[in-house]
């Protein structure tokens, strides 16, 4: 399996867009045909975790084990992000540590796969104009421990305020930045000769609503996103 390291993002738009048809499926054998397994029983929580401010922001989408394994790596992934308005940071440019995220799958509190911003229409270098004008991002995990190996991809999607707001969670930011990646995930259908299908299905239960262990202090309605995204051939 190739392996791409994370240390320099714009290094890695670069490297994964010879690759975008090619990316190995990840290894995800060992339990098939689940959407996802429910990290709760096994340890893990719906909230990752933020040292800062000990809270938490909530896995508010997840990316279905069943969808199509080059979606479900890392490769794959980012060029069906790219196609919902999502590039790489800044030049790599991160501030504050990485958030972790416990799903159960017998890794314990991992430290997020890597961070996706708004790009403004550039997967290069937009999401710089996110760092300054706000916008939707994604934290993201993959549930692949040898617990609960389905291969699912866990996101914690937020809308933020621009700079002159300290680039905060905007209000009602969880629902929002959800509810845009999911909008934006069901209207795309074609991204750089790759044709999509994406379902989605609204999971409540996994997330209480309200405010109790949410960073900022902002409520959620508690509803999770399961998005299956197909490749059409």
């Not at 098939?32 to 096994?42: E, L, N, S, V």
């Not at 809270?55 to 997840?62: D, K, Q, T």
């Not at 996101?155 to 929002?176: C, D, F, I, Q, R």
Request: contains cysteine; charged residues 15%; aromatic residues 8%.
């Amino acid at each position: 399996m190739v392996y791409i390291p994370f240390a320099s993002l714009l290094g890695l738009q670069a490297a994964l867009e010879p690759l975008v048809l090619k990316q190995p499926v990840p290894d995800t054998a060992s339990i098939a045909g689940f959407d996802f397994i429910d990290p709760r029983p096994g340890g893990g929580s719906l909230l990752d975790h933020d040292s800062g401010s000990g809270l938490g922001e909530p896995l508010n989408v997840i990316i279905s084990g069943n969808s199509d394994p080059w979606v479900l790596a890392d490769g794959g992934f980012v060029h069906f992000a790219n196609g919902l308005g999502f590039g790489v940071e800044c030049f790599g440019a991160h501030l504050g540590a990485p958030q972790t995220a416990n799903l159960g799958d017998g890794h314990g509190w991992v430290n997020q796969t890597f961070e996706l911003r708004d790009d403004y229409g550039n997967p290069d270098i937009g999401s710089c104009w996110e760092s300054l004008l706000g916008g939707n991002h994604l934290r993201l995990w993959r549930q692949n421990g040898p617990n609960a190996n389905t291969g699912a991809v866990f996101l914690a999607v937020s809308e933020e305020e621009n700079l002159s707001n300290k680039h905060t969670v905007a209000p009602n930011g969880y629902n929002a930045g959800r509810d845009n990646l999911v909008k934006s995930a069901l209207a795309l259908k074609q991204y750089q000769g790759v044709k999509y299908s994406t379902v989605a299905k609204n999971i409540t239960g996994l997330i209480p609503p309200g405010s109790s262990g949410i960073n900022h202090g902002i409520a959620t309605d508690g509803v999770v996103v399961l998005l299956t995204v197909k490749i059409v051939k």
